[in-house]
């Protein structure tokens, strides 16, 4: 047997053993889930099932995707893309706006205030604090759900918002910050990751240089995916 599954106990060898197809991990904290995943891409590239450039292990922070990318440098296998979703995502996205869209590649915007400090003063509506950080987790909450404005608007009337809000002002400002990020053609964090799956699913051969690029993924802490994530 391989030393790299000699590494590891029962459980964990059960994981790197399977190198072919779906597989879901279920394993508490401190576990060894990262240990298994890691050992699993190793194990696949020794032995020739996995070519490491056509692996994308993604996770949610810069702190987690380097982890996994030291994690393989240590066992030898140094060409997987290890990435967050923001991060492989905006690689794509870069990579195929000029043949898509055309012209330079927008400004993505580190925060939302600014923005939406300006359409609140334009609508002459509150630009408190706690409106402003009301609206900015309103626009993301939104986005990572793929809500349409008419679905958000249904469901903005369950939504808590701060008293100095109604349904109505906060769409206008919504949709005013829409518009200013626009006229500045500029993306939010989210709007990188609605717009590579747009790109995905309404460009076919878009779609096929992806896959053909990566053929094996890896996910860790898969259960916190949100659904732009998990079409993505």
Known sequence: MSALIDALDENQQRVALSLIGPMRVLAGAGSGKTRAI?????FGVETGVYAPEKVLALSFTTKAAGEMRSRLATLGVDAVACRTFHS??????????????????????????ALL???????????????????????????????????????????????????????????????????RRELDFEDVLVSTLGLLESETWV??????????????????????????
């Open 207 to 232: 779609r096929e240089r992806v896959h053909e690029e990566f053929r094996f993924f890896v996910v860790d802490e898969f259960q916190d995916v949100s659904p732009v994530q998990r079409a993505l």
């Open 117 to 183: 400090t300006q359409a609140a003063e334009q609508l002459k509506i509150s630009s408190a604090t706690d409106v402003l950080r009301a609206l900015a987790a309103e626009i993301e909450w939104r986005k990572v759900r793929l809500l349409t404005p008419e679905q958000y608007a249904a469901a903005l009337v369950n939504r808590p918002l701060p008293s100095a809000l109604t349904v109505d002002k906060a769409m206008a400002l919504i949709d005013r910050y829409e518009k200013l990020k626009d006229e």
């Open 38 to 42: 890691t050992h699993r891409i190793a």
């Open 88 to 113: 492989a995502a905006m690689r794509q996205l870069m990579y195929f706006w000029p043949d898509v869209i055309g012209g330079d590649f927008p400004k993505v915007r580190s925060g939302k205030a």
